[in-house]
Nanobody, 126 residues
Framework: QVQLVESGGGLVQPGGSLTLSCAAA????????MSWIRQAQGDRRELVAK????????EYGDFAKGRFIISRDNAKSVVTLQMNSLKLEDTAVYYC???????????????????WGQGTQVTVSS
C-alpha cells in the first residue's frame, strides 16, 4: 500500500519560514517525480514545486521561485519543501504528489500512476 505522509505544516508569521516533509512508503521512490501542490480555500490546485527522479531537475510555480526550495533524498524516500519569506497568500493546504515516470528518448514520460498525500495546512498570519 502506497503512503505519502506529510509533516511540518503550521502557523507562521509573514516573512517566516517552514519546512514541509513527505515520507513515501510502498513505492519505488526513484521511479517517481515528486511534487508539492497547494490549494487555497476556494481556489484550484496549483503546482508549487516538482523534482524528477534526477536530483536537481526541478520546476517551480512562478510564485515559488526564489523563495521555495524542493529537495529529495532517494535513499530515504523523502521529499522536502523549504519555504522562506512566506506571504499571507501562501496560506493553503499543501499536498505531496507522486507521479511515476519512465525515462526514454531523452526525457521523462509519465505513466499515469499517481498518488496523493493527505495534505498539511500552512497558515501565514500575523
Amino acid at each position: 500500500q502506497v503512503q505519502l505522509v506529510e509533516s511540518g505544516g503550521g502557523l507562521v508569521q509573514p516573512g517566516g519560514s517552514l519546512t514541509l516533509s513527505c515520507a513515501a512508503a510502498g513505492l519505488n521512490f526513484g521511479s517517481y517525480a515528486m511534487s508539492w501542490i497547494r490549494q487555497a480555500q476556494g481556489d484550484r490546485r496549483e503546482l508549487v514545486a516538482k523534482m524528477t527522479p534526477t536530483v536537481g531537475d526541478t520546476e517551480y510555480g512562478d510564485f515559488a521561485k526564489g523563495r521555495f526550495i524542493i529537495s529529495r533524498d532517494n535513499a530515504k524516500s523523502v521529499v522536502t519543501l523549504q519555504m522562506n519569506s512566506l506571504k499571507l497568500e501562501d496560506t493553503a493546504v499543501y499536498y505531496c504528489f507522486a507521479a511515476e515516470v519512465k525515462y526514454y528518448s531523452g526525457k521523462y514520460h509519465y505513466t499515469g500512476l499517481e498518488f496523493w498525500g493527505q495534505g498539511t495546512q500552512v497558515t501565514v498570519s500575523s
